[in-house]
C-alpha cells in the first residue's frame, strides 16, 4: 500500500512562491516509484478536486491552463517524492492542494480522472493574502 505526505503548504503573499513536496512510502513504493503517475490536486470549498499537474511514468508533465507558465512538477527519483514549485502566486490558488499516485494512467487525461488515483495524501493548505 503506497502512502503519501505532503508537505510546505502555509500562508504567502500575493506575488510570492512556494513549494510544496509529497513524500511516497509503501511496501514496494520505493522500487517501484519510477513508473507511478504522480499529479497534484486542489480543492476549493464547495467545489470538486481539480488536476493541476502531474507527472506520468515516462516522466512526462502536464499543467492544467490555470497554472501553467507558474507551476513546475518534478519529481526526485532519489528521494521518492513529488514536488511543485509555485510561483506568483494569486488569490485563486488559495485552496487545499493534494498529491496522488497510480501504477496507471495516460497524460492526457491524468489531471481530469482523480478516480484513477488510488493513493491520496491528507492534503496541505495554501493561502494567498495581499
Known amino acids: 500500500q503506497v502512502h503519501l505526505a505532503e508537505s510546505g503548504g502555509g500562508s504567502v503573499q500575493s506575488g510570492g512562491s512556494l513549494t510544496l513536496a509529497c513524500v511516497g512510502s509503501?511496501?514496494?513504493?520505493?522500487?517501484?516509484?519510477?513508473?507511478?503517475?504522480m499529479g497534484w490536486f486542489r480543492q476549493f470549498p464547495g467545489k470538486e478536486r481539480e488536476g493541476i499537474a502531474g507527472v506520468d511514468s515516462g516522466d512526462n508533465t502536464v499543467y492544467a491552463d490555470s497554472v501553467k507558465d507558474r507551476f513546475i512538477v518534478s519529481k526526485d527519483y532519489a528521494k521518492y517524492t513529488l514536488s511543485l514549485q509555485m510561483n506568483s502566486l494569486n488569490f485563486s490558488d488559495a485552496a487545499m492542494y493534494y498529491c496522488?499516485?497510480?501504477?496507471?494512467?495516460?497524460?492526457?487525461?491524468?489531471?481530469?480522472?482523480?478516480?484513477?488515483?488510488?493513493?491520496w495524501g491528507q492534503g496541505t493548505r495554501v493561502t494567498v493574502s495581499s
Open positions: 496522488a499516485a497510480t501504477r496507471y494512467c495516460t497524460r492526457a487525461t491524468m489531471l481530469t480522472r482523480p478516480r484513477d488515483f488510488g493513493a
Open positions: 509503501g511496501n514496494t513504493f520505493g522500487e517501484t516509484f519510477r513508473r507511478y503517475c
